[in-house]
Each structure stands twice: as structure tokens, then as C-alpha cells.
Nanobody, 111 residues
Framework: QVQLVESGGGLVQPGGSLRLSCAASGIDFRIYGAGWWRQVAGKPRELLAT???????QYQDSAKGRFTISRDNAKSTMYLQMDALKPEDSAVYFC?????WGQGTQVFVSS
């Protein structure tokens, strides 16, 4: 049974940082590319960044310069370091590996 469990979300002030984690189990995490997405209620899910099995990364414009995706294959875990957070970054953040999604973790940026 494949499970992806996100953690690290929460409330942060504008300009602050959070690091999200996505722990994978039941899947050979190291052979798959993976990505981080986010969704605001009533809007489509938005791709932020992807990381290939070899560690190559790509970022969408909304994530460039402020977000960093990384992975630790030994821990079957992917990360999203988010810096200089803005209120418009408030959303539910999801990880995606192969055909699987995590349950999401809420990020709320507000003073």
C-alpha cells in the first residue's frame, strides 16, 4: 500500500519560511520523479516544482527564487523549502509521486 504523508505546514508570518516534507512508503521512491503542487479552494491544483529521480529540478514561475525542492532517497522523503512567504502562498500543499497523491498540508501566511 502506497502512502505519501506531507507535514510541515502551518501558520507563518509574511516573509517567513517553512519546510514541507513528503514521506513515501510502499513505493520504490528513488526511481520516480516527484513534485509539489498546491491548491486554493475553488481553483485548480497548481504545479510548483518537480524533481527527477536523478535530482534534476524544475520550477514554475510562482516558485522560482523562493522555493527549493529536494529529496533524500535514503529516507524516501521529498522536501519543499519555502522562503519569503507571501499571503498568496496560502494553500493546501500536496506531494505527487508516480500516480499517487498525499493528503495535503495546509499553509497559511498571515500577520
Amino acid at each position: 500500500q502506497v502512502q505519501l504523508v506531507e507535514s510541515g505546514g502551518g501558520l507563518v508570518q509574511p516573509g517567513g519560511s517553512l519546510r514541507l516534507s513528503c514521506a513515501a512508503s510502499g513505493i520504490d521512491f528513488r526511481i520516480y520523479g516527484a513534485g509539489w503542487w498546491r491548491q486554493v479552494a475553488g481553483k485548480p491544483r497548481e504545479l510548483l516544482a518537480t524533481i527527477g529521480a536523478a535530482g534534476n529540478t524544475q520550477y514554475q514561475d510562482s516558485a522560482k527564487g523562493r522555493f527549493t525542492i529536494s529529496r533524500d532517497n535514503a529516507k524516501s522523503t521529498m522536501y519543499l523549502q519555502m522562503d519569503a512567504l507571501k499571503p498568496e502562498d496560502s494553500a493546501v500543499y500536496f506531494c505527487h509521486v508516480a500516480a499517487y497523491w498525499g493528503q495535503g498540508t495546509q499553509v497559511f501566511v498571515s500577520s
